[in-house]
Structures are given as structure tokens and as C-alpha cells.
T-cell receptor
Framework: NAGVTQTPKFQVLKTGQSMTLQCAQDMNHNSMYWYRQDPGMGLRLIYYSASEGTTDKGEVPNGYNVSRLNKREFSLRLESAAPSQTSVYFC????????????FGSGTRLTVV | GEDVEQSLFLSVREGDSSVINCTYTDSSSTYLYWYKQEPGAGLQLLTYIFSNMDMKQDQRLTVLLNKKDKHLSLRIADTQTGDSAIYFCAEDTGGFKTIFGAGTRLFVKA
């Protein structure tokens, strides 16, 4: 089925470890996004890529880096994980500016101990 | 800054109508959205409304927009147990920024 695929679904890290969350979409969308979801706080934008070759900071970028590898793939990297980064991470995509809404992946549940 | 607020919980009986409310702050929003999140899943776009519309109906869903009061609501007719989920209101503030509310958890009692 067409959509947004995220890997892994679950991950436990120790403080200071690094990891990369992978995201791929097969809908030929131009724009891709990384959000984190914390209880009672809704979704907060970490980084986004308006089009292939560009990335920009969102509301909460500190501690994260991103790579738009090609039109399909947008990865999120935690260089030195901290307990405050325990969250559920969602990747999303849209044809353009988000008009008509986003398509979300099923999420990565990350725990940093 | 921009903000979207929703009540956290709503409980209804199966067969009743559910009304989920949302207020937003950015008067320049062009599109407003409702998403549904089921346990362990990502957000799924339910419906959206353009800012120059007052109402949009899609089968059991009715969206009402009051731009003057910056108030958006989602009415689900004949609510079923399968409608139990978290519902997120979101506004498109332009420039690749969509602001999400914290979500309303809908409980449907059989």
C-alpha cells in the first residue's frame, strides 16, 4: 500500500548513544516532516524538508539532525540521545505546503534510559 | 504565538452524536484540519475545511468553522465504538507550518 514507512517501530537507547530514524514515502510528495508527540502536548515539528535538497528547522530542532537523501527518503538522527528525547516520532509527507493535509507514518516509539 | 486548544476528553454513548471543539489563534490560517489517531498508529487525515467556508459535510462528519470566534468543531453523527480514538485539530499557518492541538480522546460507551 502507498504511504509513509518508518523504521524502526520501537527502540531503546542508553543516554549518549546515537541512532538514525528512517522514513520513506512512495507518493512522489515534495515535502517531508519530522514531528515528535509527547503526552498532552500534541505534535511538535522538529525539522522539515520543503523539497529535495532543502531542510529547515522547526519548533524543537535542538539535539537532532536530518538528511533528505532523495525525494523519497528523509532521515532523523540523534547524535547523543538524552532522556528528554524519549517520545514517539512521526514522519509525514505532503505534495507541497501541507495544503490538503499530511500523510503520516505509523511512528517510532523511542525510549532513552 | 500560534496556538491550537482542545479539550482533552469526551465520552459519549454509542449512537449519540459527538462534538469535538477546537479554538485557534492565527486568523490568517488558510486550511484547518481534523486528524484521527487510533492506538499505536499514526495520524490519519479525516477532513479539512478551507477558511472561506462555514461548513463542510462528509458522510457522518460535519465540520463547522466560525472565523470570527476562531472556533472549529467536528460533529460525528451516530457515533460507533470504532470511532474511539484521539482527534487532533490543526491549522495551516502557511510556510510549511501546521500547528496541532494536543488532541481530544473520544470514549464511546456501548
Amino acid at each position: 500500500n502507498a504511504g509513509v514507512t518508518q523504521t524502526p517501530k520501537f527502540q531503546v537507547l542508553k543516554t549518549g548513544q546515537s541512532m538514525t530514524l528512517q522514513c520513506a514515502q512512495d507518493m512522489n510528495h515534495n515535502s517531508m516532516y519530522w514531528y515528535r508527540q509527547d503526552p498532552g502536548m500534541g505534535l511538535r515539528l522538529i525539522y522539515y524538508s520543503a523539497s529535495e535538497g532543502t531542510t529547515d528547522k522547526g519548533e524543537v530542532p535542538n539535539g537532532y539532525n536530518v538528511s533528505r537523501l532523495n525525494k523519497r527518503e528523509f532521515s532523523l538522527r540523534l547524535e547523543s540521545a538524552a532522556p528528554s528525547q524519549t517520545s514517539v516520532y512521526f514522519c509525514a509527507s505532503s505534495p507541497g505546503t501541507g495544503t490538503y493535509g499530511y500523510t503520516f507514518g505509523s511512528g517510532t516509539r523511542l525510549t532513552v534510559v | 504565538g500560534e496556538d491550537v486548544e482542545q479539550s482533552l476528553f469526551l465520552s459519549v454513548r454509542e449512537g449519540d452524536s459527538s462534538v469535538i471543539n477546537c479554538t485557534y489563534t492565527d486568523s490568517s490560517s488558510t486550511y484547518l484540519y481534523w486528524y484521527k489517531q487510533e492506538p499505536g498508529a499514526g495520524l490519519q487525515l479525516l477532513t479539512y475545511i478551507f477558511s472561506n467556508m462555514d461548513m463542510k459535510q462528509d458522510q457522518r462528519l460535519t465540520v463547522l468553522l466560525n472565523k470570527k470566534d476562531k472556533h472549529l468543531s467536528l460533529r460525528i453523527a451516530d457515533t460507533q465504538t470504532g470511532d474511539s480514538a484521539i482527534y487532533f485539530c490543526a491549522e495551516d499557518t502557511g510556510g510549511f507550518k501546521t500547528i496541532f492541538g494536543a488532541g481530544t480522546r473520544l470514549f464511546v460507551k456501548a
